[in-house]
Structures are given as structure tokens and as C-alpha cells.
């Protein structure tokens, strides 16, 4: 997303009439079936114990439809000018504090959910994991909806 907002895209593709609505709604709908896939899921951790592992093409495509993403991107790449003479300079030194931050983080997530995996629990705590990331999750839709308004 980052790429797509420096080089135009997202401005290019958020400017046709209606497409910021068809990614609330796109996204809105992923998220609600990630809800309902983790809240059903049953005893087991939703996403360690699924049919197949989320990908590359899993994760390319939500950040597609994800309008956090590009607020992100486009708040940090247009947002904090520190080197206007040298805006290249400028947007290098960002992609590389963009990636000091996002990758320990996205390690952490991984950390954690081996971790739980680990932890050999219950079937009622796994549901409750479970019903608490299906509402974590509906939370954002919420907040998605309310603040897209």
C-alpha cells in the first residue's frame, strides 16, 4: 500500500466515484467472514488449526481492500514532510522506519500465536479466544462504519 500511495495509485484509484465505498463494503465483508470463521470455529484456535495457513495472496489481497492501509500510508508518506528538497531521501528513510516498526510487530504476532498454540488449553478457553477475536474483530467493522461516515 505504501508503494501504491507513492507512486499515485491509491490517489488514482480512490479518485473514480464510488470506489471508496466498494472498499469499505469489500473489506467490511472480509472482515465479517474472518468473524464468523474464527467466532465457529469451535474448540480449536481459528486460524492454527485451519484447513490451510493464510498466504501471500491472502495477505496482498486484504491490504487491497484494507482503507486503514492507505489512511496509514498516506498520513506517513504525505503527511510529515522532513526533506523537501530531497523527497526521494525522504521517502527511503520512511519505507525504512515503516519497516523497523511493522516487522518486530508482525514478528510479534507470530511469536504470540505459537505461543498460544503451546499452551495446550481447554476447548471452552479456545472457544472463548475465539469468540474474543470474532468480537475484536466486529469491533473494527464497527468502528470502520462508524468513522467512514
Not at 466515484?17 to 469451535?42: D, E, H, N, Q, W
Not at 480449536?44 to 484447513?51: D, T, V
Not at 482503507?67 to 498520513?75: I, R
Not at 503527511?79 to 528538497?85: A, V
Amino acid at each position: 500500500m505504501a508503494l501504491a500511495v507513492v507512486t499515485g495509485l491509491a490517489a488514482v484509484l480512490l479518485s473514480i466515484p464510488g470506489m471508496r465505498v466498494v472498499l469499505l463494503f469489500a473489506s467490511t465483508a472480509y472482515l465479517l467472514y474472518l468473524a464468523a470463521k474464527i467466532a465457529f470455529s469451535g474448540s480449536k484456535i481459528a486460524f492454527i488449526h485451519s484447513e490451510r495457513a493464510p498466504g501471500f495472496f491472502d495477505a496482498l489481497a486484504l491490504q487491497a481492500i484494507n482503507p486503514k492501509a492507505y489512511v496509514v500510508h498516506t498520513t506517513l508518506m504525505t503527511g510529515f514532510p522532513f526533506m523537501p528538497e530531497n523527497i526521494t531521501a525522504e521517502i527511503i528513510i520512511k519505507f525504512i522506519i515503516m519497516n523497523l516498526i511493522w516487522t518486530p510487530i508482525h514478528f510479534l504476532w507470530l511469536w504470540a500465536g505459537v505461543a498460544l498454540n503451546r499452551l495446550d488449553l481447554s476447548p471452552p478457553v479456545h472457544r472463548a479466544i475465539n469468540i474474543a477475536m470474532a468480537l475484536a474483530m466486529l469491533s473494527v467493522v464497527g468502528l470502520a462504519i462508524i468513522f467512514s461516515s
